[in-house]
């Protein structure tokens, strides 16, 4: 069992950064990829970016490349994705999402995620 906390979501104008933070507990962290997803209203929810077990795989959603960074820390039981130049269109409930099995890459499927934080909220402004 994995259990996830976010935080650090809030209200940002258009051009600006957040990070957020997701706290992991469970002994299978460190053997798993991570990921953070998004859904804004009415839409599904999706990838925005991806993590390997060792943090040497990353991947991201064709919309956040460039923008977007994740990283892990094993040691701090944490996921972080620092949100740069957001855009309105960013706008949504970040999910931090820990993989179902142990595996070597960067998983962007949903499917391959069985742990859910609560969500956080990320608002952009024009």
């Known amino acids: 069992q994995v259990q996830l906390v976010e935080s650090g979501g809030g209200l940002v104008r258009a051009g600006g950064s957040l990070r957020l933070s997701c706290a992991a507990s469970?002994?299978?962290?460190?053997?798993?990829?991570m990921a953070w997803f998004r859904q804004a209203p009415g839409k599904e929810r999706e990838v925005a970016a991806a993590?390997?077990?060792?943090?040497?795989?990353?991947d991201y959603a064709d919309s956040v490349k460039g923008r977007f960074t994740i990283s892990r820390d094993n040691a701090k039981n944490t996921v972080y994705l620092q949100m740069n130049s957001l855009e309105p269109e960013d706008t949504a409930v970040y999910y931090c999402?820990?993989?179902?099995?142990?595996?070597?890459?960067?998983?962007?499927?949903?499917?391959?995620?069985?742990?859910w934080g609560q969500g956080t909220q990320v608002t952009v402004s024009s």
């Open positions: 993590i390997s077990w060792s943090g040497g795989i990353t």
């Open positions: 469970g002994r299978t962290f460190l053997s798993i990829p």
């Open positions: 999402a820990a993989g179902r099995r142990p595996v070597i890459g960067a998983p962007k499927l949903l499917s391959e995620y069985a742990y």
